[in-house]
Nanobody, 127 residues
Framework: QVQLLESGGGSVQSGGSLRLSCTAS????????MGWFRQAPGKKREGLAA???????SHSAPVVGRFTMSQDTSKNTVYLQMNNLDSRDTAMYYC?????????????????????WGQGTQVTVSS
């Protein structure tokens, strides 16, 4: 069973940047869709971006142009570069995964597809 470990969260001022990392282990060579999600207090979890080796990377509308997901397959790590942060981005950020079987050449940002979740990393943006 794959395990995920996020890092890179923290506190930043409005307009600042952070880069989150998520490293997968135990995947035994299988290809997984990797997704980034966030959940603010009192709100539903929101899908931000998703990608897999051999698939297109997708970004949700609220973060297009500000957040960029990338991957380093040699390190089994995906990243979420977050720029121009503001207070609305304050949330717990999660990395998640599900087995990628080539469906439509892209991965979902719908949380219902995901079967493995990291523990989360907090991002706090102050004005």
């Amino acid at each position: 069973q794959v395990q995920l470990l996020e890092s890179g969260g923290g506190s930043v001022q409005s307009g600042g940047s952070l880069r989150l990392s998520c490293t997968a282990s135990g995947n035994s060579g299988a290809t997984y869709c990797m997704g980034w999600f966030r959940q603010a207090p009192g709100k539903k979890r929101e899908g931000l971006a998703a990608s897999a080796s051999g698939a297109d990377t997708s970004h949700s509308a609220p973060v297009v142009g500000r957040f960029t997901m990338s991957q380093d397959t040699s390190k089994n790590t995906v990243y979420l570069q977050m720029n121009n942060l503001d207070s609305r981005d304050t949330a717990m950020y999660y990395c998640a995964a599900y087995r990628y079987r080539g469906q439509a050449g892209m991965c979902a940002t719908d949380e219902n597809f995901y079967t493995v979740w990291g523990q989360g990393t907090q991002v706090t943006v102050s004005s």
